[in-house]
T-cell receptor
Framework: NAGVTQTPKFRVLKTGQSMTLLCAQD?????MYWYRQDPGMGLRLIHY???????AKGEVPDGYNVSRLKKQNFLLGLESAAPSQTSVYFC??????????FGPGTRLTVL | ELKVEQNPLFLSMQEGKNYTIYCNYS?????LYWYRQDPGKSLESLFV?????AVKQEGRLMASLDTKARLSTLHITAAVHDLSATYFC?????????????FGAGTILRVKS
C-alpha cells in the first residue's frame, strides 16, 4: 500500500498563477483533509471532506478551493496564488473517528 | 473556540536526561493525539489518548491525559539523539468539531550528545 501520496513535492509559482495539488489515498478512508504548516503555527486545517462529493471549510479556507470527485482523491486548488500562501501543504486521510495518516507534503513557494 | 497550547516550544536537552512536554487545551476534549515530525518529513502518529487517566508508552516516550485539568504530557526518559524532532499535540471534540483536530504549535526537541 502506498498510503497517502501527494503531487507535486515542490512547486514555485508567481503571484497570480494557479495550480492544483493532488492527494491520493489507497486505504479506502472516508475522510480527507488539507492542512498548511507554517513556522511556529502548527498545522491549520484548510478544507476537509467526509466523503465522495462532499467538502467543507476548515480554519483557513480563503484563497483555496477543493474537490472530491472520487473517494480516493482530494484536490486542492489555488486560483490566484499570493505570497501569503507560501507554505508546506499536507494532505491526510482517516476513518471517521480514526487517526490521521499524513502524506509527505508539498512545499509551495509563491514569488 | 478550542485552543491548544504547547510548552516549551523549544527544548534542548542532554542525552540521558528526562524531560516533559506539556499540552494544555481550552475546552472539553474526547481525544488527544501526539505526533512526531522529522525535519522536512511528514507527521507520524505516536499516541492516541481517549479517556481521562489514559497512559501510553512506547520506548522512551510516555504520554498521559488528564481531562479534568485539560492537560496532556509527553514524558521523555533518558533521551537519545534519535528522539530529536518536532512533537505536536492535537485535540478534538467529536461533539463540537466532528473529526476536526486543533494542533498545538509544536515543540522542537534537540538532544545533544
Amino acid at each position: 500500500n502506498a498510503g497517502v501520496t501527494q503531487t507535486p513535492k515542490f512547486r514555485v509559482l508567481k503571484t497570480g498563477q494557479s495550480m492544483t495539488l493532488l492527494c491520493a489515498q489507497d486505504m479506502n478512508h472516508e475522510y480527507m483533509y488539507w492542512y498548511r504548516q507554517d513556522p511556529g503555527m502548527g498545522l491549520r486545517l484548510i478544507h476537509y471532506s467526509v466523503g465522495e462529493g462532499t467538502t467543507a471549510k476548515g480554519e483557513v479556507p480563503d484563497g483555496y478551493n477543493v474537490s472530491r470527485l472520487k473517494k480516493q482523491n482530494f484536490l486542492l486548488g489555488l486560483e490566484s496564488a499570493a505570497p501569503s500562501q507560501t507554505s508546506v501543504y499536507f494532505c491526510a486521510s482517516s476513518y471517521s473517528r480514526g487517526d490521521r495518516f499524513f502524506g509527505p507534503g508539498t512545499r509551495l513557494t509563491v514569488l | 473556540e478550542l485552543k491548544v497550547e504547547q510548552n516549551p516550544l523549544f527544548l534542548s536537552m542532554q542525552e540521558g536526561k528526562n524531560y516533559t512536554i506539556y499540552c494544555n487545551y481550552s475546552t472539553t476534549s474526547d481525544r488527544l493525539y501526539w505526533y512526531r515530525q522529522d525535519p522536512g518529513k511528514s507527521l507520524e502518529s505516536l499516541f492516541v489518548l481517549l479517556s481521562n487517566g489514559a497512559v501510553k508508552q512506547e520506548g522512551r516516550l510516555m504520554a498521559s491525559l488528564d481531562t479534568k485539568a485539560r492537560l496532556s504530557t509527553l514524558h521523555i526518559t533518558a533521551a537519545v539523539h534519535d528522539l530529536s524532532a518536532t512533537y505536536f499535540c492535537a485535540v478534538g471534540t467529536w461533539r463540537e468539531y466532528g473529526n476536526k483536530l486543533v494542533f498545538g504549535a509544536g515543540t522542537i526537541l534537540r538532544v545533544k550528545s
